[in-house]
């Protein structure tokens, strides 16, 4: 059961944002699978395929383009040479048809994902920017080379800032294996705290795991992004991205890059709760109104066997508001509350906001998990905003018997097959 709720509840920021109003998501995916690939080592050489740039350290190692090494027994690249310094660096700058995201600032979120296999040292991916304009990104002129991840047996899993600086977490105190896949995401609040704010998820595919879930040690990041600088730290500059491998059993598959830019600020606006209001139950399903007896914040989409869980919450007027969620999920084996590291706790041994103090538009993806590894049965998923700073022994929907301060409460009932 723990192992199961680990695997359920690990909460994972999604890269879809909601389909609705004039939200946009610019996205892009790779899979290496249009590749000519070798499964006899040394493997096909990378470099010079499909735009991608490739160097070994010493000169005659290559990244490698395997036939079925990938987790999912599909094409992937491998570096498997062993010896001190030994490693291969590859680059692809955008194009047309390799469509890195731009970065304005005014996203709210940029995604850098990819699928690492950990190998004896260090496997690492990365934003880039092609200063000297030569085609390449190598470690050999490290200013090019911005923020992004790492994982390996020495390194732990580690995040970058776009000036360099590493922070890690030992593998251990994770659960993950050399030889093990494991799908590791950064997330970048490109504003936050005025350099940037990311924060590190992963998913081990080889234990099974069926979502991503935070490093708790490595959220809120400072990313130290200088957005009026003519180097790397500066977001709108990155037109590369920067895969680099060193130590045998290093592997990597299936990039994915994203931002997400916000509807028009506050275009619709909702009063505060000013009295209890319980507005009903609900099939999910997003409906945006500044009437909150007619929106309906919370709304579920599929797309093949993952289900994502989506909320939307206009700007709010006269004050700002703080944001619970409780989920009743009795598969598991009770209620749980999401807290603000985004992270399904217990409830209600733990009582915690989402998030506080809000009044802007309120957009995320809650949740993206694969359906066929959820447990069968029932669910419902409170939405209940109140005036900031309300404590939470006040509220009755929380604590029963309470007194009952003002609030809006949404619930959404689900049923899983």
């Not at 040292?121 to 090019?144: C, H, K, M």
């Not at 809000?358 to 993806?365: E, G, I, L, N």
């Amino acid at each position: 059961m723990k192992k199961d709720l680990r695997r359920l509840f690990g909460l994972i920021f999604c890269f879809l944002f909601l389909a609705y109003g004039t939200s946009m998501a610019a996205s892009f995916s790779y899979d290496f699978n249009n590749l000519t690939g070798s499964d006899t080592y040394p493997y096909a050489n990378l470099n010079g395929q499909d735009g991608w740039t490739s160097q070994g350290f010493p000169p005659g190692l290559i990244m490698g383009v395997t036939n079925t090494s990938g987790f999912d027994g599909t094409k992937a690249l491998r570096f498997e040479d062993v010896g001190a310094g030994y490693g291969a660096d590859a680059s692809h700058l955008r194009t047309p048809f390799f469509a890195i995201p731009t970065i304005s600032g005014f996203e709210p979120t940029i995604i850098l994902q990819g699928d690492l296999r950990v190998g004896a040292w260090s496997n690492i991916l990365r934003f880039a920017y092609d200063a000297n304009s030569n085609g390449v990104i190598r470690q050999t002129d490290p200013v090019e080379i911005g923020p992004g991840l790492d994982i390996g047996t020495v390194p732990g899993v580690l995040v970058w800032s776009a000036a360099g600086t590493p922070s890690s977490v030992a593998l251990a105190s994770l659960g993950i294996n050399g030889g093990d896949w494991v799908r590791l995401r950064l997330e970048i609040d490109p504003m936050g705290r005025g350099q940037g704010v990311g924060r590190v998820y992963y998913q081990n595919l080889t234990q099974g795991d069926i979502a991503l879930q935070p490093v708790a040690a490595l959220q809120n990041v400072n990313m130290e992004f200088n957005w009026g600088s003519a180097t790397v730290t500066n977001p709108s500059l990155w037109d590369s991205v920067y895969l680099h491998e060193e130590g045998a059993g290093n592997g990597f598959d299936n990039l994915y890059l994203a931002t997400a830019t916000p509807p028009p600020a506050c275009s619709i606006t909702m009063n505060m709760p000013t009295s209890p209001t319980n507005i009903g139950t609900f099939a999910p399903g997003i409906f945006m109104s500044y009437d909150p007896m007619i929106a309906r914040p919370f709304g579920l989409e599929e797309a093949g066997d993952i289900l994502t869980g989506r909320l939307w919450l206009p700007c709010l007027r006269n004050g700002h508001a703080d944001i619970y969620l409780v989920l009743d999920a009795p598969a598991y084996g009770g209620k749980f509350m999401l807290s603000e590291l985004h992270q399904w706790l217990s409830f209600p041994a733990n009582i915690q906001p989402w998030q506080t103090y809000t009044d802007d538009d309120v957009y995320a993806a809650l949740f993206s998990l694969q359906k066929s590894g959820i447990l069968p049965g029932n669910y419902k998923l409170d939405v209940i905003v109140v005036p900031s700073g309300t404590a939470a022994s006040t509220i009755d929907q929380i604590v029963s018997g309470a007194t009952a301060a003002p609030y809006y409460k949404w619930s959404f009932t689900e049923t899983l097959p």
